[in-house]
């Protein structure tokens, strides 16, 4: 099955510097890559997300980076603010059948943004 | 709408005993999920269902049943809890289509066994 691998646990940035947070999956026919935030006491959110047919992929402040060959995937967060102080959590999916899918998730990294 | 509903949100057992944990959607998904978290350790998908009827086992289902009635719910049973199933329990659910893929997560259920 999948296992996916995350990279830091932990990552404490100063504010207005970027954060990089990196993930390796195992299974080759993974194709799709999502990011989720989890605000402290919250619920995981949907940050972006990545198909495996697009090498990168930007939302303001955000993107994700996808090397297939490598199998590897990142999130780069540009200009932090205290406001992205989260964890998150990558994740990689195959399609099963129509409609059924395992979503594996990488361990987490607890990102700290410092004043 | 109010989107994925967990119940209860804090629960304490004993070893043996059994609870049911709620989960309901109000958009019409056709895939529900469920998820344990604990630290060091991510997300691990437990049961899922991609409509009613129909379920099948992640990566850590044991100790777990599940069932789909309905659409709309998607229960999480603990038949006899144990000390290693504490943990913060998510309902999950997205639609069934294969072109928006963002999972809608409840609100969590913190769960401890003694």
């Known amino acids: 099955g999948e296992n996916v691998e995350q990279h830091p646990s932990t990552l404490s940035v100063q504010e207005g510097d970027s954060a990089v947070i990196k993930c390796t999956y195992s299974?080759?026919?993974?194709?799709?890559f999502p990011w989720y935030k989890q605000e402290l006491g919250k619920r995981p959110q949907l940050i972006i997300d990545?198909?495996?047919?697009?090498g990168e992929k930007k939302d303001q402040r955000i993107a994700v980076t996808l090397n297939k060959t490598a199998k590897h995937f990142s999130l780069h967060i540009t200009e932090t603010q205290p406001e992205d102080s989260a964890v998150y959590f990558c994740?990689?999916?195959?399609?099963?059948?129509?409609?059924?899918?395992?979503?594996?998730f990488g361990q987490g990294t607890r990102l700290t943004i410092n004043p | 709408n109010a989107g994925v509903t967990q119940t209860p949100k804090f629960q304490v057992l004993k070893t043996g005993q059994s609870m049911t944990l709620q989960c309901a959607q109000d958009?019409?998904?056709?895939?529900m999920s469920w998820y344990r978290q604990d630290p060091g350790m991510g997300l691990r998908l437990i049961h899922y269902?991609?409509?009613?009827?129909?379920?099948d086992q992640g990566e850590v289902p044991n100790g777990y049943n599940v069932s789909r009635s309905t659409t709309e719910d998607f229960p999480l049973r603990l038949l006899s809890a144990a000390p290693s199933q504490t943990s913060v329990y998510f309902c999950?659910?997205?639609?069934?289509?294969?072109?928006?893929?963002?999972?809608?997560f409840g609100s969590g259920t913190q769960l401890s066994v003694l």
């Open positions: 999950a659910s997205r639609d069934g289509g294969a072109t928006n893929e963002k999972l809608f």
């Open positions: 994740a990689a999916r195959r399609l099963i059948i129509q409609g059924a899918q395992k979503l594996v």
């Open positions: 990545i198909r495996s047919n697009v």
């Open positions: 958009m019409n998904h056709e895939y």
């Open positions: 299974d080759s026919a993974s194709n799709y």
């Open positions: 269902s991609v409509g009613a009827g129909i379920t």
